[in-house]
Every structure is written in structure tokens, then in C-alpha cells.
């Protein structure tokens, strides 16, 4: 497991400036984006200035900017933890007689 030296709130504002880099590279106002993502205006602001957004939200934006498939590899490695299921011990090859 890696360790990250950035809190939550400081990747939130670093996707929050990069999507806002990619609006803008796209030519699409606040307001153009907001009305094709289907939030209000003022929310994406906040999104933009915070970091703070819904998740289906944040996926409306990916969509209309065109990078949705990078939200879709999100977590593609993980393997599933189960506190409850032991792990199967490998058995060791006994001594011969």
C-alpha cells in the first residue's frame, strides 16, 4: 500500500483546478459547462473554488469534458479485503518416511 503525502482536501482541489484548466482549454464558460453537466452555476463555482462536488456531479463534468474514461479506471486494481475470511494457509510439503 503506498503512502500519499496529500490530504483528501488537497486532491480534491488539485482535480477541481485540473477540470477547471480543461474548461477553459475547451472555450466552455461556468455557466456553459454547468448547463451541459446539469448542475446549477453557483455549484460549479464552488467546485472550482473548494473542491467540494457530489460524485455523480463530478462525473457529469467528466462526461462533458471528455474524460470520463479516466474516472472509469478509478480503483481497477484493488483486490476486495474481507476482515472476515482468513487467508488459506499454504501447506508446506511434509518429510518423506
Same mark, same amino acid.
Not at 464558460?29 to 473548494?50: D, H, I, N, V, Y
Not at 462533458?64 to 476482515?83: A, G, I, M, Q, R
Given at each position: 500500500?503506498?503512502?500519499?503525502?496529500?490530504?483528501?482536501?488537497? +486532491?480534491?482541489?488539485?482535480?477541481?483546478?485540473?477540470?477547471?484548466?480543461?474548461?477553459?482549454?475547451?472555450?466552455?464558460?461556468?455557466?456553459?459547462?454547468?448547463?451541459?453537466? /446539469?448542475?446549477?452555476?453557483?455549484?460549479? =463555482?464552488?467546485?472550482?473554488?473548494? /473542491?467540494?462536488?457530489?460524485?455523480?456531479?463530478?462525473?457529469? #463534468?467528466?462526461? +462533458?469534458?471528455?474524460?470520463?474514461?479516466?474516472?472509469? =479506471?478509478?480503483? +481497477?486494481?484493488?483486490?476486495? +479485503?474481507?476482515?472476515? #475470511?482468513?487467508?488459506?494457509?499454504?501447506?508446506?510439503? /511434509?518429510?518423506? =518416511?
Amino acid at each position: 500500500m503506498s503512502l500519499s503525502m496529500k490530504t483528501p482536501k488537497e +486532491v480534491s482541489l488539485e482535480i477541481a483546478a485540473r477540470l477547471k484548466a480543461k474548461r477553459l482549454s475547451q472555450n466552455l464558460t461556468q455557466a456553459g459547462l454547468a448547463t451541459r453537466a /446539469g448542475m446549477s452555476t453557483p455549484s460549479l =463555482k464552488r467546485f472550482e473554488k473548494t /473542491g467540494e462536488i457530489s460524485f455523480v456531479s463530478l462525473l457529469n #463534468i467528466a462526461l +462533458v469534458l471528455d474524460c470520463l474514461d479516466e474516472c472509469d =479506471k478509478l480503483f +481497477v486494481n484493488t483486490k476486495p +479485503v474481507s476482515l472476515f #475470511i482468513k487467508e488459506p494457509k499454504i501447506r508446506k510439503r /511434509g518429510r518423506l =518416511k
